[in-house]
């Protein structure tokens, strides 16, 4: 993670920003670049591709920054306008990347733009399926589904690790069965 952000000066700043603007997805964004970038390495990865993984991991959230800490943090179910703003955050975090961020690596817009595509094309924000969601946004999808599922949130319990994987496993068409695979094995390492 210190190589992505010596490749990225500016990602350390935009960082930074969203643990001042909600400290959830600070901790979500950093929970999903430390899982993303291991299963980068357990794909073979070569280390530039790791770091621009990383990166685009790290920052895939940045979108939340310009929605209302109101319809982030809200305790009940997202009325249709304000899930199509939660939805829109993908886009808004290309927009910030983009406008102030030059030398962000275009291939990490792919862990940005794609990490809630499904395989199965029932994912936003442009219904993207199989092949067309490309590795970064897989692999992004993976970890940010599953640090989702085991952090608790105030309008949700935190998930058992076991528990969160039998969820993403049964929707095996939505995530990539080799990633998992790897993500699966990963964890099982840890002591």
């Known amino acids: 993670m210190i190589d992505c952000i010596l490749e990225n000066n500016d990602a350390i700043y935009d960082l930074l920003s969203l643990r001042g603007y909600d400290y959830y997805t600070y901790t979500h964004s950093v929970n999903v670049a430390a899982l993303s970038i291991g299963i980068g390495i357990a794909a073979g990865l070569k280390t530039g591709d ?5 990166t685009g991991a790290m920052l895939h959230d ?4 310009a929605i209302s800490h109101e319809i982030l943090n809200k305790q009940g179910k997202l009325d249709e306008n ?6 829109n955050h993908v886009f808004e975090g290309e927009k910030i990347l ?11 817009f792919s862990a940005v733009l794609q990490h809630h595509e499904k395989l199965s094309g029932k994912g936003y924000p442009l219904r993207l399926s199989g092949p067309d ?14 640090d989702a599922l085991t952090t608790q949130r105030p309008y949700k319990p935190a998930f058992t690790p076991f528990y969160a994987l039998s969820i993403i496993a049964k929707e095996t068409g939505d995530y990539d069965p080799e990633l998992l695979r790897m993500f699966i094995r990963m964890l099982g390492k840890i002591k």
């Open 82 to 87: 304000e899930y199509r703003m939660i939805k």
């Open 50 to 54: 790791v770091e621009k993984l990383g």
């Open 133 to 146: 969601i490309k590795l970064f946004g897989r692999i992004t999808g993976i970890a940010d589904c599953y």
């Open 62 to 65: 940045i979108g939340k920054s």
């Open 98 to 108: 983009r406008t102030y961020h030059r030398e962000f690596p275009e291939e990490a």
